[in-house]
């Protein structure tokens, strides 16, 4: 009699794992027993399913060891033991691969395969078609074909199976057993059915109008197995994905019917199918979303679960599409299930009303704690999006997420709802000063140094910008006297924020910086007496440009120049437009990723696009004296098609008074070379072209590179946007195919190219300035201009924005890109670098009538930047 085990048994050890400290050499030691005669069948199996257990746990038989074993159990045919039988069958398919001459079993499998024994012949055409390679199978087709269309459905399904896995070594042997496969497909079992269209399916699916025609003909006769339903419905979407077909098409029509199908495995397939159809209308979608409907009040779980994970994905796009399954899903927020429960919120808080949102926070709050952290993070995503979707719902929101923050947690859930209300803050204004009343409390007690120093930087960034500015400060300085050295470091960052932007405040400032410059940790030190210094001299500029906004460069960048500066002794001073630009700021950077520890431990840094460029092309003689890289285009531009004999692309290289074009080509046509390869430009503005840098040879295949090298306009500086007409030079050489050694001298040819554009933002850099009035103050109205502007063919704010920021190539600081809605008024601040190192700040005002007005203001700390953008945005 078995022993019953209970909870208890399995928590105390009681159901262990048998297996658990097998050796391999004990086991394989063991294997002789299958030489005694007479063969102790139990005791055989045993052993065997030891053997399957260490291979299937990974362990490394070596080739003798497993063909040893595997001979040895050859010998267990004797038997007639079922039990016995059915183990050799399976551990012929595990060592198939590993042993050596497995091939000695095939006549005892085909024996097998054709006997009269039903319980052996299924297993014994798995095991055979395992062992059996491409050159051999020939020899056995008679038996699959016999195999497949066999009565018994054990050793037909087995059949099929197995020719599915032969078609990726013998597809051609396997497609002559086609018409076998199409009798079993209209066989009564549900298993055979499934595995014989799945068998058609895979020979025809390259073959397009074969698989409609597949789908036509099952689907016309009616299929028995809901398994083979699913399987055309799968079939029949991919096809519409791939035509990219009408829903108007009679494969559509039969994944819309078969929602009308008995089985509910169908049902579902169904209507999932339709859901993940892409470019599907709310109309179209609404049939699929009332079968839903229905599961979601199923007494089964798991269609319960299904239906709202299905619906919570159609609510991502078609949130209006779900409203009507609003009420089902409430039912559901209190399911038992917790998954099907937090599905159901997730889909509501995408769906919900604003009216609802009060009644649906209540009711989350009932289960919160309840629910993994990971289910958290995804109500917590829903918050977020929900926020952005009804603005004015900002408070109800906000304590809710105030309420999570301060439940126990991990980190991922902690920085997901702090990652939520910062969104909320930088979203909408109204909520700033609640938000980081609530990220300042919760800081009190965090124990995440990412998070606690992520809080720091955004109070010095928006508290000095509040009204009442002053109760921040307690909060910061408590971390100064609590902390360790990393969040330290981060609080003496922001104290310094308030204090460069506030009068009032900074004596009081000055003071705790003071306290800090005794701390124990260098960095806290450092930093505390670097802005204590800059505070004293009380000038804007210089806090706006070591405080408030801090080096635009690449940290990475500015550690290799200077490495290198130290490397080769100068006279003259280290210049910091020699480093490379970054898009985030330096501060940020710093708390953001890592805050101290990237200063503790460094490591080393992979090289940025940029630097490689920058490395490439001075190994360039023609190109020495150009001076450090400004910037590269981010995308390589196509000037042919992609089909085309040649395929040439272009990378913008600006320096300070010259561009190179980078041009990276390739030959597709493999009887042909090509030498000299270069690239002649003509310029529509007073560009020059100084020199042509060729790439010596183009054979087949293999990409090359040539550039063209020319001087920016001297004397017309602000005409900077230019159209150059391109046409590719180089001498022809025949080439064999096969060696790719030329037959002759060659001949000159040219092939035409497209233009290639040059704008003004191939001479801007995009940079962030997390405080755009500290940068303009520090930049100064001495090269100021402004001009107005009518933008004649734009209709609406948003056009315009994203029109002005793509032309331009500047960076929007403090989320000017997002235009509130229901304005008719906009000011879009824009912060870059003009080549050569100067700060190019606009300030560009808004305002739509009929059509939008544009007042632009530029400054720099250079006169020609100002002229430039303003020129080419006339």
């Known amino acids: 009699m078995l022993k019953k085990f209970d909870k208890k048994d399995e928590e105390s050890g009681g159901g262990s794992n048998p297996f658990q400290h097998l050796e391999k050499s004990a086991v394989l030691q063991e294997a002789r027993v299958f030489n005694e005669t007479p063969i102790n069948p139990r005791k055989c199996a045993h052993i065997l399913t030891k053997i399957l257990y260490l291979i299937n746990q990974g362990e490394h038989l070596g080739t003798t060891e497993a063909t040893e074993a595997f001979f040895a159990m050859t010998k267990l045919f004797q038997s007639n033991d079922p039990t016995l039988r059915r183990m050799c069958y399976l551990t012929i398919k595990e060592m198939s691969c590993i042993a050596e001459d497995v091939i000695i079993v095939t006549s005892s499998l085909t024996k097998d395969m054709t006997g009269k024994e039903d319980n052996y012949r299924g297993p014994a055409v798995r095991a055979l078609c395992q062992i059996t390679d491409s050159t051999m199978l020939q020899a056995i087709e008679r038996y699959m074909k016999q195999a497949i269309v066999d009565k018994v459905p054990s050793v037909s399904s087995s059949a099929l199976v197995s020719s599915l896995h032969l078609l990726k070594c013998s597809f051609d042997v396997v497609k002559r ?266 800081i009190e007690d965090c124990e995440f140094t990412v998070l606690a120093t992520r809080i720091l930087h955004l109070l010095g960034q928006e508290g000095p910008k509040t009204n009442n500015p002053s109760k921040y400060i307690r909060f910061i300085y408590n971390r100064v006297v609590l902390e360790h050295e990393e969040v330290r470091a981060g609080a003496v960052s922001a104290l310094a924020k308030f204090g460069a932007q506030n009068e009032e405040m900074l004596p009081s400032i000055l003071v705790l910086l003071k306290r800090c410059v005794m701390d124990d940790d260098n960095e806290v030190r450092d930093r505390a007496t670097f802005y204590l210094n800059v505070l004293e001299q009380k000038q804007k500029a210089l806090n706006a440009g070591y405080i408030l906004n801090g080096l635009t460069v690449s940290i ?148 090359g590179t040539c550039y063209t090298l020319v001087a920016l306009p001297k004397e017309d500086p602000t005409a900077v946007a230019c159209t150059f007409s391109c046409m590719m030079k180089f001498t022809v050489k025949d080439c064999d195919p096969t060696t790719g050694e030329t037959d002759d001298e060659g001949y000159e040819d040219e092939y035409v190219l497209e233009d290639l554009e040059v704008t003004v933002a191939d001479h801007i850099q995009k940079v962030m300035k997390l405080n755009f009035e500290a940068a303009w103050d520090e930049v100064g109205d001495e090269f100021e201009k402004e ?61 739509l009538l009929d059509t939008v007005t544009m007042q632009v203001t530029a400054r720099s700390s250079e006169e020609l930047p100002v002229d430039i953008v303003l020129a080419s945005v006339g």
């Open 556 to 703: 990475p960048g500015l550690e290799r120049a200077l490495q290198q500066y130290t490397l080769e002794p100068s006279e003259k001073p280290f210049d910091l437009k020699s480093v490379p630009l970054a898009t985030t700021p330096m501060a940020e950077q710093r708390t953001e990723s890592t805050p101290i520890t990237a200063v503790k431990q460094p490591e080393k840094v992979a090289a940025t696009r940029q630097e490689i460029f920058q490395e490439q092309l001075a190994a360039v003689p023609e190109f020495h004296g150009l001076g450090p890289l400004f910037k590269s285009s981010p995308e390589p531009v196509a000037l042919t098609e992609s089909e085309t004999e040649y395929v040439i692309r272009c990378t913008k290289h600006t320096f300070t008074d010259h561009m190179v074009f980078q041009f990276d080509c390739t030959n597709t046509l493999n009887d042909q070379t090509l030498e000299n390869v270069t690239v002649q430009m003509e310029p529509t503005e007073a560009y020059e072209v100084l020199c042509y840098v060729p790439a010596r040879s183009l054979p087949y295949n293999q990409p």
């Open 177 to 442: 057993w086609v018409n076998e496969a199409q009798e079993a497909a209209s066989s009564d079992n549900i298993m055979v059915q499934y595995h014989a269209l799945g068998l058609l399916y895979h020979v025809r699916k390259n073959d397009r109008l074969a698989v409609n025609k597949m789908i036509s003909k099952f689907t016309r006769h009616g299929l028995k197995s809901p398994f083979a339903y699913c399987m055309m419905i799968r079939v029949a979407s991919k096809q519409l994905e791939e035509e990219d077909g009408s829903r108007d098409s009679p494969l559509f029509d039969f994944i819309e019917s078969c929602l009308r199908n008995k089985h509910e495995m169908v049902v579902y397939e169904a209507a999932s199918a339709i859901v993940n159809l892409p470019g599907c209308s709310a109309k179209e979608l609404a049939p699929a979303v009332s079968v839903l409907q229905l599961f979601c009040s199923s007494p089964k779980a798991a269609l319960r679960y299904a239906a709202v994970r299905t619906l919570n994905k159609v609510a991502m796009k078609h949130p209006s599409a779900v409203t009507a399954c609003n009420l089902d899903l409430e039912n559901l927020v209190t399911d038992s299930n917790r998954s099907i429960a937090t599905l159901a919120i997730t889909t509501l808080l995408k769906t919900g009303s604003e009216s609802s949102i009060d009644r649906l926070m209540k009711q989350i709050s009932s289960f919160m704690s309840e629910i993994s952290d990971e289910f958290k993070v995804v109500v917590v995503q829903a918050i977020s999006a929900l926020c952005q979707k009804y603005p004015r719902k900002h408070a109800v929101l906000m304590n809710f997420l105030f309420t999570m923050l301060r439940e126990e947690g991990g980190f991922e859930y902690k920085r997901a709802i702090v990652d939520c209300i910062i969104s909320i803050i930088e979203e909408n204004s109204e909520s700033k000063e609640t938000g980081l009343s609530h990220l300042c409390e919760f």
């Open 787 to 847: 001009e107005t502007f009518t933008l004649s063919t734009i209709k609406t704010l948003e056009e315009a924005v994203g029109n002005i920021v793509k032309f331009l190539g500047m960076h929007p600081c403090e989320r000017s890109d997002k235009v509130p809605d229901n304005k008719n008024t906009h000011t879009l601040l824009l912060a870059g670098v003009f080549r050569g190192g100067h700060d190019i700040l606009v300030r560009s005002r808004l305002l």
